[in-house]
């Protein structure tokens, strides 16, 4: 059974500050996406992340996978209060099927 | 705005009772998967369906029953109920594109059993 584990569940950051979350899965997979989670709202794709050493940024995001360590990260630079949300990895288990979800990890940014 | 559509938004029935949820897909898009999202269990894969035919299933109990119609819209029948039901409901819909598979999700449905 895949196991997706993130850490940290919780960060509080100040605005301005760098600081990355970690997604370890326990299985072979080269699918990865990242969610982002308002709360009480619905879950908005950030990355899909299709292969060993694939990079993708968007804005003050920027996540990254490394299959061989099943290891993927989520590096925010200089946070910014509109990025507190909860940020979810999620793995594909079984091409085409379901996706595990990690527990999340609940960002605050404070100014 | 993912083009997910989910009724209805909020649901509050009570224990013993039985609700359906409603999911329209994206445009386009074959696949439906209902997801599960509780405090205590997190964000669960329930049960998958591709072009009205069971795909792949998860932690879906027996009281819960879904289906895909031939316009593509699905339903999850939620019987029995009981207050640990009590959960956010999320269907995703996605296309099988190769090479990835990537899920957009509705905004869900609130469920609270009294």
């Known amino acids: 059974e895949l196991k997706v584990e993130q850490n940290p569940l919780f960060l509080s950051m100040q605005e301005g500050k760098n600081y990355t979350i970690y997604c370890n899965y326990s299985t072979t997979s080269d699918r990865l996406y990242w969610y982002r989670q308002d709360p009480g709202k619905s879950l908005e794709s950030l990355f899909v992340?299709?292969?060993?050493?694939a990079v993708k940024q968007e804005g003050r995001l920027m996540a990254s996978l490394d299959t061989k360590a099943r290891l993927s990260t989520l590096h925010i630079t200089a946070a910014v209060h509109d990025l507190s949300a909860t940020y979810f990895c999620?793995?594909?288990?079984?091409?085409?099927?379901?996706?595990?979800f990690g527990a999340g990890t609940i960002l605050r940014v404070k100014s | 705005d993912s083009g997910v559509t989910q009724t209805p938004k909020h649901l509050i029935t009570a224990t013993g009772q039985r609700v359906t949820l409603r999911c329209s897909p994206r445009s386009g898009d074959l696949s439906v998967y209902w997801y599960q999202q509780s405090l205590d269990q997190g964000l669960q894969f329930l049960i998958q369906y591709y072009n009205g035919e069971e795909r792949a299933k998860g932690n879906i109990l027996e009281r819960f029953s879904a289906q895909q119609f031939p316009d593509l819209h699905s339903e999850l029948n939620l019987s029995s109920l009981e207050l640990g039901d009590s959960a956010l409901y999320f269907c995703?819909?996605?296309?099988?594109?190769?090479?990835?598979?990537?899920?957009?999700f509705g905004p869900g449905t609130r469920l609270t059993v009294l």
């Open positions: 999620a793995v594909e288990w079984e091409y085409g099927n379901k996706l595990v």
């Open positions: 995703a819909s996605s296309v099988r594109q190769v090479p990835y598979n990537e899920q957009f």
């Open positions: 992340l299709l292969s060993n050493g």
